[in-house]
């Protein structure tokens, strides 16, 4: 199971930390993406890690902008915004595929997930 947190209204220009609690069968995942719905629009991805921590992975439109990040201790996987802009408004989800790697090539691609949360609205002001 999963749980974000963390989004809310914010001015352009500034920040925000969302957090994704993993709690179950954390032992068999072994990538965390995000993944943002804006209104009107297809969800797409934002980032993901590995749960090693080995690497990450940006969509261009955050690169630069956002670091992804866990805790393994905490079973949490942060998503650091910052320089927010409008476009960034969203529903942000986090989710993960239990018991089996994602590929490199695929990470990006919400196919490959099969647990999600349940999402945390980011509203970015202009």
């Known amino acids: 199971q999963l749980q974000a947190s963390g989004g809310g209204l914010v001015q352009a220009g500034g920040s925000l930390r969302l957090s994704c609690v993993a709690s179950?069968?954390?032992?068999?995942?072994?990538?965390v993406g995000w993944f943002r719905q804006a209104p009107g629009k297809e969800r797409e991805f934002v980032a993901a890690?590995?749960?090693?921590?080995?690497?990450?992975h940006y969509a261009d439109s955050v690169k630069g902008r956002c670091t992804v990040s866990r805790d393994s201790a905490k079973n949490t996987v942060y998503l650091q915004m910052n320089n927010l802009k409008p476009e960034d408004t969203g529903v942000y989800y986090c989710a993960t595929r239990l018991g089996s790697r994602i590929i490199v090539s695929a990470i990006a691609n919400q196919q490959q997930y099969d647990v999600w949360g349940q999402g945390t609205l980011v509203t970015v002001s202009s």
């Open positions: 890690i590995r749960w090693s921590g080995a690497s990450t």
């Open positions: 179950g069968r954390t032992f068999s995942m072994y990538t």
